[in-house]
């Protein structure tokens, strides 16, 4: 099983739909969690942090489940300015680097 | 507001030959980062840095060779380099491991 794992994409969906993307990793003692924003051919920029409580920033809201080991990021109302790769990153007690997923593409169209 | 500066923006190697990417950071950030992206991939992490005289491997580190003199500046060495070192490479940097890291724009390398 890889470290992290996110949904194949690309997601294709039309303004104003709500998406989620799922992401789940391997390691039980991650200990933090995030959402990266990477437009294409651009350097990954923080969308934002995943708190074990769930948190919300707008429209976007980040979820996080240490039973399952799984953390998802819902955006509503989409916009076309939310198109873009969205990568789920892991960083692990005692490591000190980040763990990326190979992201999953989000398409929205008029 | 310069944040995690790279040089060059591109370059193309032939095969055999070496370069240096440069990374420089003016945030005062302990830990900084190497990773490369291939077309459709994930980023792989090829070495990192918590400190000034402090470097270790990730996952790809073959081929590659860095060091952190300073706390700004953490080169990335690349010697004989192969086509399969064709690749985006993206330094980053961060205050501690479980911050948020700010990456350079890239370096986009090709080897032929």
């Known amino acids: 099983r890889k470290e992290v794992e996110q949904d194949p994409g690309p997601f294709n969906v039309p303004e104003g739909a709500t998406v989620a993307f799922n992401c789940t990793y391997s390691?039980?003692?991650?200990?933090?969690f995030f959402w990266y924003r990477q437009d294409c051919r651009k350097e990954p920029k923080l969308l934002m942090s995943?708190?074990?409580s769930g948190n919300e920033d707008g429209r976007f809201t980040a979820q996080l489940n240490r039973a399952s080991q799984y953390i998802s990021l819902l955006i509503r109302d989409s916009k076309l300015s939310d198109s873009a790769t969205y990568l789920c990153?892991?960083?692990?007690?005692?490591?000190?680097?980040?763990?990326f997923g190979k992201g999953t593409m989000l398409l929205v169209s008029p | 507001n310069a944040g995690v500066t790279q040089t060059p923006k591109f370059r193309i190697l032939k095969i055999g030959q070496s370069m240096t990417l440069q990374c420089a950071q003016d945030?005062?950030?302990?830990?900084m980062y190497w990773y490369r992206q291939d077309p459709g991939m994930g980023l792989k992490l090829i070495y990192y840095?918590?400190?000034?005289?402090?470097?270790d491997k990730g996952e790809v580190p073959n081929g590659y060779n860095v060091s952190r003199s300073t706390t700004e500046d953490f080169p990335l060495r690349l010697e004989l380099a192969a086509p399969s070192q064709t690749s985006v490479y993206f330094c980053?940097?961060?205050?501690?491991?479980?911050?948020?890291?700010?990456f350079g724009q890239g370096t986009r390398l090709t080897v032929v």
């Open positions: 945030m005062n950030h302990n830990y």
């Open positions: 980053a940097s961060s205050y501690r491991s479980d911050t948020e890291a700010f």
């Open positions: 990153v892991v960083t692990n007690s005692g490591y000190s680097t980040l763990t």
């Open positions: 840095s918590v400190g000034a005289g402090i470097t």
């Open positions: 995943v708190y074990s």
């Open positions: 390691n039980s003692a991650s200990q933090s």
